[in-house]
């Protein structure tokens, strides 16, 4: 462990709400897992404590108080290196299952692309639907590499895979590119 890893603490948020209306369950469920929080039981959630996870944390605590509900913070730490590394690791493997559904994403995404040119679909409407999928992984990617603040294995690998999908899409625009204007009679 670095010492970079060592020296992390951790907020702990407590959270409570009524029972009824669930809406207002949900939406800390879904802020908190936005935030890339690790549930640790009911109610209970973790975070590393950098900039980075501050305004999940704000967002999920007003949420909760909006709902009547209540949050405490915490901040943590293990008890020894053990404690530590145990966190870390679950974090890590949280982040780990997130760039693998990211993977699993980009990997649907070439296939789509691959599918169009299978089929010769180059149109300006098929182009921007790419266009805005290659964004949302872009998005995602961006989001992921922000909460991943310990460096899960599969970090490197979505970093590539995206290059591949964006060089893919640009491959794809030529393709449409190429295809209104010989249909236009233009040359290129």
Not at 18 to 43: C, D, F, I, M, T
Not at 51 to 73: H, I, K, M, N, Y
Not at 78 to 85: M, N
Not at 172 to 183: K, T
């Amino acid at each position: 462990m670095t010492n970079r890893e060592a020296g992390v603490r951790w907020l702990v948020l407590v959270i409570k709400l009524p029972a009824e209306p669930s809406k207002h369950r949900v939406a800390v469920w879904r802020e908190l897992r936005k935030a890339g929080a690790l549930s640790l039981g009911q109610g209970i959630w973790a975070v590393p404590d950098v900039p980075v996870f501050a305004d999940g944390v704000r967002r999920a605590v007003e949420l909760t108080e909006r709902a009547e509900g209540q949050a405490v913070t915490l901040q943590a730490s293990g008890r020894g290196p053990e404690d530590a590394a145990r966190f870390q690791a679950l974090f890590t493997a949280a982040r780990s299952e997130e760039w693998t559904e990211f993977l699993a994403d980009c990997g649907k995404f070439e296939e789509e692309i691959a599918k169009e040119i299978r089929i010769a679909k180059f149109t300006l409407a098929e182009l921007e639907e790419e266009e805005q999928s290659l964004e949302r992984l872009r998005r995602w990617h961006r989001d992921l590499t922000a909460r991943d603040v310990f460096g899960a294995p599969q970090a490197a690998e979505a970093t590539e895979r995206l290059k591949q999908c964006a060089a893919a899409c640009e491959d794809y625009a030529e393709r449409v590119f190429n295809a209104l204007h010989q249909s236009e009679g233009e040359g290129v």
